[in-house]
């Protein structure tokens, strides 16, 4: 499935339901999303034109969450620093809840948040290891599946990588299928860079997705560099033709294959998303043609 298969179904069959049928779909204001969407001539409840009607609603949820006189004192400090983010707020109520508010200091949106949470989460900032966990994460299309993906993507055995998620399940929770999911895309978005707040130290947790991709294609050709030695035909096994074994011999010849890593990936991811890791990792040349 495409990446907005959900977004081309709306527009296109949509259309088609009875007309008593109303549906509510929440975004983010993304350009794609509009203009997918103008064709049905939606109303659009943008935040902005509705800011009055937005604030009175995180004003009633803070009533509701904010517990001694002198938090109720700082509501609307809260809601300022807030920017009427709802996310915000739940990490306003988590705070409260475990006790740890802070009203003189609170962060600056949710690059602000990101940054607090993540020094104390990551104290040394993003080790090695957890680089390779959030490598994986930040880069694979897809969610991976922590026991049989994660582990061999990121480089690592399967205890070191289950001990770093379990460190950042908050963040990159793991659903009933096993796999790891992104809990809010503002997560993401602050680990490669965007919104940052040059006031907060946050180099030390910035992730770099080209070299994300860059690691998953290496780890994808440590997966796949066996076959060529391999006795019998791996290649009509897996599906594979003659222009893959040619493909796998390029990439051990320009070097893509890390000899670090000390788990191999699954073969089936690697066949079919090395190529997407190749293409946008930056400059592997040959390799990627």
Not at 30 to 50: F, Q, S, W, Y
Not at 178 to 205: A, N, Q
Not at 257 to 284: C, E, K, M, Q
Request: proline share 6%; hydrophobic share 40%; charged share 30%.
């Amino acid at each position: 499935a495409s990446k907005n298969s959900l977004l081309e179904l709306v527009a296109r069959d949509f259309p088609e339901l009875p007309s008593w049928v109303a549906v509510l779909l929440t975004s983010r204001p993304e350009l794609d999303v509009g203009r997918t969407l103008k064709p049905l001539r939606p109303t659009v409840l943008d935040a902005e034109t509705n800011r009055a009607k937005c604030d009175t609603d995180a004003r009633t949820y803070l009533r509701h969450v904010l517990k001694t006189p002198e938090q109720h004192q700082q509501l609307e400090a809260i809601l300022t620093k807030s920017g009427g983010l709802l996310l915000y707020l739940h990490y306003i109520r988590e705070d409260v809840t475990n006790g740890v508010l802070d009203v003189e200091n609170l962060p600056d949106g949710l690059p602000g948040v990101y940054t607090d949470r993540f020094r104390s989460l990551l104290p040394d900032g993003i080790t090695d290891d957890v680089r390779r966990v959030l490598d994986v994460i930040m880069a694979a299309p897809v969610p991976v599946h922590v026991f049989d993906e994660l582990p061999g993507l990121a480089g690592l055995d399967r205890t070191t990588a289950l001990g770093i998620m379990r460190r950042l399940s908050q963040y990159f929770p793991i659903r009933d299928d096993h796999r790891i999911y992104v809990f809010h895309k503002s997560i993401t978005d602050w680990l490669i860079g965007e919104g940052r707040d040059r006031r907060y130290e946050t180099d030390r947790y910035v992730i770099d997705r080209v070299a994300a991709h860059r690691r998953l294609a290496s780890s994808c050709a440590v997966s796949l560099a066996p076959l060529l030695g391999e006795d019998d035909d791996p290649f009509e096994e897996t599906g594979c033709f003659a222009s893959d074994r040619h493909a796998i011999e390029v990439l051990c010849r320009a070097g893509v294959v890390d000899d670090a890593h000390r788990v191999s990936p699954p073969r089936d991811y690697a066949l079919r998303w090395i190529v997407t890791h190749l293409l946008n990792g930056g400059d592997f040349g040959d390799a990627a043609h």
